[in-house]
């Protein structure tokens, strides 16, 4: 693994480490102000970090939102120029006024280089499908 590749997962530890914790500003720290957000449960795009704040503290109001733990694996950095894609599946447990829930789910973070370092520009988060092994795929649907 180079050193740049080293780099990006030390910058995904930092914002996975933040979200764990519940640390709303460490992990918004890790995301640049222009940074963009697709969340599968969220109906409309997210266009920069400020939208996502609003919507994490409207949770944390209305539904009493709090994250309680974090697991990465099946991580993933791949550089393309002065960018990094960091892909994972993720399991989040989260608590809200519904109760405890697993979230099983993957991730792709796209990094952007920085004068200080790496931050955060995107990020997409979707469903882990429950049995990927066993699915149909689109190329056997196509045959």
């Known amino acids: 693994m180079s050193e740049t590749e080293q780099q990006v997962l030390a910058a995904a530890d930092i914002l996975i480490d933040a979200f764990a914790r519940h640390d709303r500003d460490a992990y918004f720290a890790a995301f640049a102000p222009d940074a963009t957000f697709l969340f599968y449960h969220v109906t409309e795009s997210l266009p920069s970090r400020v939208a996502y704040e609003a919507l994490w503290h409207r949770l944390e109001q209305e539904q009493q939102f709090a994250v309680l733990g974090c697991e990465s694996s ?50 997409h988060l979707s469903p882990l499908p429950a049995h990927a092994e066993s699915d149909q795929t689109l190329e056997d649907s196509a045959a």
């Open 74 to 123: 099946d991580r993933s950095v791949q550089l393309v120029g002065e960018c990094a894609i960091f892909t994972h599946a993720v399991r989040t447990t989260v608590s809200t006024r519904a109760g405890r829930a697993t979230l099983d789910e993957r991730e792709s973070i796209v990094f952007a280089r920085t004068g200080g370092g790496w931050l955060a520009v995107h990020e």
